[in-house]
């Protein structure tokens, strides 16, 4: 198991498995919409078993978990503990401090929705610190190494079949609409996660470049390339800073180009994913 968790990445497990069980216990819940997850499938097996909604999913998780490393292997890692652990723990603070809970709306395809665009948000956190939420990933694991299945198709199937497993309890129109967020779901996660990634290449020339690329280093802490350039109304030689960043630094970069160097020309682009070693950068002023 990987032991090693920094402080950021412990927070934001806790952050996004609180946005979760949120919206699992204020949204999902009192709407009686059994979007394709461990809690959905909880949901429908407490309408059978007399036990709380938060006993019943740490049991199912723990077992999970056991079932995981007995016959995929120590590859969870501590952060599926943590948020297998944390889902039960936050759904029974729920329950303690609100016990009972209308629903959102009296429509329940609008309570679906709001609950989609909340529990993604919270996934999106997960899989941008590298974790999951545990429980069916740990099934959709397990028939990728068994039966060789895709990741995504697995929790796929696993996800309509537990939406479907809603036909025993409630109508079809619940039923209807739980295989609908179900898809919706991962469509939107989808969006999130691409929302997460999303980076400004940032291209600049500028007279004062090695101001720039001080503050891009020292001050942004993130890696800068040097190109030499040459115009082609002037012909003569320039130097091109180069940059890749998030949105906030690329806020601060333009904020600080407008005071040192006013007519410097910058241009701009969007790039959906980096990959390597740009997220260590940030601390150390590597260059790209």
């Given at each position: 198991m990987k032991n090693k968790i920094n402080f950021k990445e412990y927070l934001t497990l806790v952050v996004g498995m609180f946005i979760i069980s949120a919206a699992v216990y204020y949204l999902m819940m009192p709407s009686k919409i059994v979007v394709g997850s461990i809690s959905g499938l909880v949901m429908v097996m407490s309408n059978f078993l007399p036990f709380k909604i938060?006993?019943?999913?740490?049991?199912?998780?723990?077992?999970?978990?056991?079932?995981?490393?007995?016959?995929?292997?120590?590859?969870?890692?501590?952060?599926?503990?943590?948020?297998?652990?944390?889902?039960?723990?936050?759904?029974?603070?729920?329950?303690?401090?609100?016990?009972?809970?209308?629903?959102?709306?009296?429509?329940?395809?609008?309570?679906?929705?709001?609950?989609?665009?909340?529990?993604?948000?919270?996934?999106?956190?997960?899989?941008?610190?590298?974790?999951?939420?545990?429980?069916?990933?740990?099934?959709?694991?397990?028939?990728?190494?068994?039966?060789?299945?895709?990741?995504?198709?697995?929790?796929?199937?696993?996800?309509?079949?537990?939406?479907?497993?809603?036909?025993?309890?409630?109508?079809?129109?619940?039923?209807a609409i739980s295989l609908l967020g179900t898809y919706l779901c991962g469509m939107v996660l989808d969006n999130f996660i691409d929302g997460f990634k999303i980076r400004k290449r940032v291209c600049i020339l500028s007279g004062q470049y090695?101001?720039?690329?001080?503050?891009?280093?020292?001050?942004?802490?993130?890696?800068?390339?040097?190109?030499?350039?040459?115009?082609?109304?002037?012909?003569?030689?320039?130097?091109?800073v180069v940059t890749i960043l998030t949105r906030t630094e690329y806020a601060q970069l333009l904020n600080y180009i407008h005071k040192a160097d006013p007519k410097a020309f910058v241009t701009v682009s969007t790039v959906g994913e980096v990959i390597g070693e740009w997220g260590n950068n940030q601390r150390r002023g590597a260059r790209l």
């Open positions: 938060s006993t019943m999913t740490f049991v199912l998780n723990m077992v999970l978990l056991l079932l995981g490393f007995i016959f995929i292997g120590k590859d969870f890692g501590v952060k599926t503990v943590i948020t297998s652990i944390l889902l039960p723990v936050f759904l029974g603070i729920f329950e303690v401090v609100t016990p009972k809970v209308p629903m959102l709306t009296d429509d329940p395809l609008v309570n679906t929705i709001c609950y989609v665009l909340v529990v993604s948000f919270g996934q999106a956190m997960l899989f941008n610190a590298n974790a999951s939420s545990g429980g069916l990933d740990v099934v959709a694991k397990f028939m990728n190494k068994y039966f060789h299945m895709e990741i995504g198709k697995a929790l796929t199937i696993i996800g309509f079949l537990t939406a479907a497993s809603s036909v025993f309890v409630y109508d079809r129109k619940t039923l090695r101001e720039i690329q001080d503050f891009i280093v020292h001050e942004l802490h993130r890696g800068a390339t040097l190109y030499p350039a040459y115009g082609g109304y002037d012909n003569k030689e320039k130097t091109e």
